[in-house]
């Protein structure tokens, strides 16, 4: 079983939809949660990170998390077009007195103008 | 702006010819990362560096290296490259090593190798 399942989609909405994007893990040591977006032949960028279980919210963005199921979500209200990327979740702990970080596959999202 | 810069964005090489990738930082952080990301695929970390301290991560082929000559600069060289090493080379910086640290990527070298 890997650490950070993340179904690979693809995943296609009509713009204005509600998105929901999902990651389970395994590993009770993650510390910290976070998405990061990706457009084309581009390098990932933070969207949004949280420690402790429950909702964060900015903006169109709200980040889940759920130590219990060991499971984090990433809703996009009011989706656009150029929410059209690869959205990736990861998960930071501590081994070997290193922080590791580690990612899941990535779930390619296009919404639909 | 304050960015991570890699270059070249797009490398071709040949089967076993040595390829060199760049990576620079103006955001004067203490650790780069290299990632390898092949299609539809997480990225991998490969190694980094905190400082100068190197940190191999134990599944990273030794056909790979990286020289970290200065704070802003960081080197990823592929000694003898084969046909399953085409992939997307994320660099990344932090301002450290913490968990809570974000890590800030370039926009990725794509390796083609013929």
């Known amino acids: 079983q890997k650490e950070v399942e993340q179904d690979p989609g693809p995943l296609s909405v009509p713009e204005g939809a509600i998105v929901s994007l999902n990651c389970t893990y395994s590993?009770?040591?993650?510390?910290?949660f976070m998405w990061y977006r990706q457009y084309s032949r581009k390098g990932p960028e933070l969207l949004m990170y949280?420690?402790?279980?429950g909702n964060k919210e900015d903006g169109r963005f709200t980040a889940q998390v759920d130590k219990s199921s060991k499971y984090i979500s990433l809703f996009i209200r009011d989706s656009q077009p150029s929410d059209s990327a690869t959205y990736l979740c990861?998960?930071?702990?501590?081994?070997?007195?290193?922080?590791?970080?580690?990612f899941g596959k990535g779930m390619k999202l296009t919404v639909n103008p | 702006d304050a960015m991570v810069i890699q270059n070249p964005r797009y490398q071709v090489t040949q089967f076993g010819k040595p390829v060199t990738l760049s990576c620079s930082q103006t955001?004067?952080?203490?650790?780069m990362y290299w990632y390898q990301q092949k299609s539809s695929q997480a990225p991998k970390l490969l190694f980094h560096?905190?400082?100068?301290?190197?940190?191999n991560e134990a599944d990273t082929p030794d056909n790979f290296q990286s020289r970290r000559p200065n704070t802003s600069f960081c080197f990823l060289d592929i000694r003898s490259p084969g046909l399953g090493d085409a992939a997307m080379y994320l660099c990344?910086?932090?301002?450290?090593?913490?968990?809570?640290?974000?890590?800030?990527f370039g926009p990725g070298t794509r390796l083609l190798v013929l």
């Open positions: 990344a910086t932090s301002r450290d090593l913490a968990s809570q640290e974000t890590q800030y």
């Open positions: 590993n009770s040591a993650f510390q910290y």
């Open positions: 949280t420690y402790s279980s």
């Open positions: 990861a998960m930071t702990w501590r081994q070997g007195g290193s922080e590791k970080l580690v």
């Open positions: 955001l004067n952080h203490n650790v």
């Open positions: 560096y905190y400082d100068k301290d190197f940190n």
